[in-house]
C-alpha cells in the first residue's frame, strides 16, 4: 500500500484543502485561513507529484513485464460451410494462424443425443493452438438433431451413416438415407475436409468411454490422445458410412478418429484433460509433406480393446 500523506503541512494548509494551479478552488475545499496563495500552489503541486509517482513507476512495470498466451485471447475467425435440412447455419470456428500448414478438425456433436463434447470444443476457443497449428472447431455438425435432442438431422439420417465409404441402406436408428451424401450436412462436412484436409480430425461421441482406435488412421497419435486424457483404447468393427472411414481412407496419412465420451456432462477437470489432448496432438502431428513417417494400424493390426 502506498504511504499516506500528512493531513497538513508546514505551510499551514491541509492535505485537502489546496487550490488548482489556475487558482480555482477544488470543489468541497477550502484554503485554510492562514495560508499564502503561494504557499497553497507549492502544496498542491506537491500532493499531485505524490500522485503521480505511484501511478508512472505502476505503468511503466506494466509496460515491461513479458505477455503470457493466455492474457490476450487467441484469434478467432467464423464461417458459416453450410446449412442444415431446417435452414440452420453448420459453422466452424477457426483459431490460430489462418497460413497454417497443420489443421485440426475437432467436432463436439454429430449425433444430437450425443452433446459432451461441446464442452471441449468451447473451451478450445480460449487457448492459442501451437505455432504452426490452425484449430478448425465444429460444434454442430447436425444442428436440427442437437436442437431436437435426436440422434438423426430432422430426416431422421443418421449423419455418421450417410458417407460414401461402404455405404449401404440402413433402416431403423441408424437410417442411413437414400444414398450416400444426401444430407445437406454431410456434404458441408465432406467439402470441409475436401478443402482443408486436417491432419488429424477428431469426432465426439457417447457414451461407450473409449478412444476408438480407427484403421488407416496414426496410431501413435491415437494412443497419445488416450494417455493424456486418460481413456481407455479399443478397436471396433468397422461401420458403414461413417466419416472418419471415408476419411481415413480417402486421405491416406491423415488420422481420423472416435472419441467415445462417457455418459452425461463432463467434468470441467475432464474438460480441460481433453483440450490437453487436441493440444498435444497439434505439437505432435507432421505438417504435411513431411518427412517423418507414422505407423497406422490396419484392419490386422495386434491392437485390443482394453
Not at 481413456?231 to 471415408?246: F, K, S
Not at 455418459?263 to 497439434?282: D, E, M
Request: aromatic share 4%; hydrophobic share 40%; charged share 20%.
Amino acid at each position: 500500500m502506498w504511504p499516506v500523506p500528512p493531513r497538513s503541512h508546514p505551510s499551514g494548509v491541509a492535505a485537502d484543502d489546496i487550490r488548482s494551479a489556475n487558482g480555482d478552488i477544488v470543489p468541497g475545499s477550502r484554503p485554510h485561513p492562514a495560508a499564502r496563495d503561494g504557499g497553497t500552489i507549492r502544496h498542491a503541486l506537491r500532493v499531485r507529484t505524490w500522485l503521480a509517482v505511484p501511478i508512472v513507476a505502476l505503468t511503466l512495470l506494466t509496460a515491461a513485464a513479458p505477455a503470457r498466451a493466455s492474457d490476450s485471447p487467441p484469434p478467432l475467425r467464423g464461417e458459416v460451410i453450410g446449412r442444415s435440412v431446417q435452414d440452420r447455419p453448420i459453422r466452424v470456428v477457426r483459431v490460430g494462424d489462418p497460413d497454417a500448414r497443420r489443421k485440426v478438425l475437432v467436432v463436439g456433436c454429430i449425433h444430437g443425443t450425443e452433446p459432451a463434447g461441446l464442452a471441449i470444443t468451447r473451451a478450445l476457443r480460449r487457448i492459442a493452438p501451437p505455432a504452426g497449428v490452425q484449430l478448425l472447431l465444429l460444434d454442430r455438425i447436425n444442428p436440427d438433431g442437437c436442437a431436437a435432442g435426436t440422434r438423426g438431422n430432422a430426416r431422421g439420417v443418421d449423419l455418421n451413416r450417410n458417407f460414401p465409404r461402404a455405404w449401404r441402406p440402413l433402416d431403423g436408428v441408424f437410417e442411413s438415407g437414400p444414398r450416400a451424401l444426401s444430407e445437406p450436412e454431410s456434404r458441408a462436412a465432406r467439402a470441409l475436409i475436401r478443402r482443408e484436409r486436417p491432419s488429424v480430425s477428431i469426432w465426439y461421441h457417447q457414451a461407450l468411454n473409449w478412444v476408438d482406435l480407427q484403421p488407416g488412421s496414426n496410431l501413435r497419435l491415437m494412443r497419445m490422445y488416450a494417455r493424456v486424457s486418460g481413456m481407455r483404447t479399443a478397436v471396433t468393427p468397422p461401420l458403414p458410412g461413417t466419416v472418419v472411414r471415408w476419411t481415413a481412407h480417402t486421405y491416406p496419412g491423415r488420422t481420423a478418429f472416435v472419441v467415445e465420451l462417457p455418459a452425461g456432462r463432463l467434468s470441467p477437470a475432464a474438460v480441460f484433460h481433453h483440450r490437453r489432448a487436441v493440444l498435444a496432438l497439434a505439437r505432435a502431428v507432421r505438417a504435411p509433406g513431411g518427412a517423418r513417417t507414422a505407423r497406422h494400424l490396419s484392419p490386422a493390426s495386434p491392437a485390443r480393446r482394453r
